[in-house]
């Protein structure tokens, strides 16, 4: 676990780690929510288009449920969330994406990781060690979904294969580097994941999240039948 | 009712009529979701941005039902919506909002006079008497929601009140200029309206259906404190 500077401890309320969590989680859903709502609209057929807007709707359905978790905690949800709200803007500088499947797969794969990134957030959520999140890091189908659109298409063109792989490889990079930065800059999340037990030096955490994140990406491209 | 060409009558289904009116209803409740999503986005604060997404959001429940609609008069909800796909592209580019405000009004009155028009045209709707598209058409929470964030700072501020009053005359010019092509490029569509049994010239019909949609724009218009 990193050390937490003394003068965060001290500027936090007892439930800072909460709110640093939930927050941490409704800004993911929320931008979910709109980088979907946005794909959907450059989506080629309406059947996409409609399938697309949905699981952006879907990814709403946890907020109720956040919102809960930060009255339970003596905070606000969307006090939470602000510190959160420009994480994805250098994200989105660097990634504008050429066409519908560079933008395909750079929601596949960043939505991919920040996924990872709130199952790893949420493993010890609940004091009592039920799951406090579950709801929220739900599912929603768009894994399947892009596999089912993508990869055949994929499996037929070579060419488009190899500029997906690459275009894949500069994603993650970038989306990694978010998470690593959301961790560094937000230390109390650590006490989320179930590594707040191990003494190691920050290098190693660093290392952890990466590996972790990592393991997923390759799982999850592997999938599409891309190079990670 | 406007007089049905030959041609038209030949080439569509036996229930070509409701094909054209569950394909506009569709349309009209994805292009919510889109429009509402992107202004979402673009809301000054977190609390209007995530109330704005989850009316978003609430625009895509009603496509189970005009899914089924459509599967009930022997059609596809999504090939039904294919010739309604451009229809706000005229509109979208004669309406670029100069900020926050400007946004916010032009949704509020499109999506009002597309609501409106959505009602004219699920009058009739059941052959059994009973409303068919009550679901669809129900009440978002979204003109309320934006008269009570924009109505106090309209109620201060004359000068912004002048400028959106002007706004909102230019952005309802187009929409009902949308409806009005809607009808005369799909007249089936006028077999949904409780003016399916006036034996007026077309010139009749179109003046009707613009006094309707004017009426709720002035209403709307007037929550606002705007000068419609």
Known sequence: ??????????????????????????????????????????????????????????????????????????TDLYAAMAPYTTVLDDFDRRTPPGDWWERV?????????????????????APDGRPMLDEV????????????????????????SARLALWGRRVVGEALGIAQRLLAEHPLLWSFTDRQGAAGRDGD????LRKQLSAGHARRMDRLGLTA
Chains 1, 2 share one sequence.
């Open 137 to 160: 890091v739900a599912d929603s189908g768009y894994e399947d979904f892009v596999v089912a659109m993508l990869g055949p298409v994929v499996a037929a063109d070579p060419q488009l």
């Open 1 to 74: 676990m990193l050390d937490t500077p003394d003068d965060v401890a001290e500027t936090t309320s007892p439930r800072g780690d909460v709110a640093e969590m939930v927050g941490l989680h409704g800004f993911v859903q929320l931008a979910a929510f709109t980088r979907l709502a946005t794909d959907a609209e450059h989506a080629p057929d309406l059947h996409a288009q409609v399938t697309i807007s949905r699981m952006a709707a879907g990814e709403l359905a946890g907020l109720d449920h956040l919102e809960s978790v930060a009255r339970g905690a003596g």
């Open 205 to 208: 955490d660093a290392a952890w």
């Open 105 to 125: 797969v750079r929601t596949y794969v960043s939505y991919g990781v920040l996924a990872d990134l709130q199952r790893l957030l949420s493993r010890a959520a």
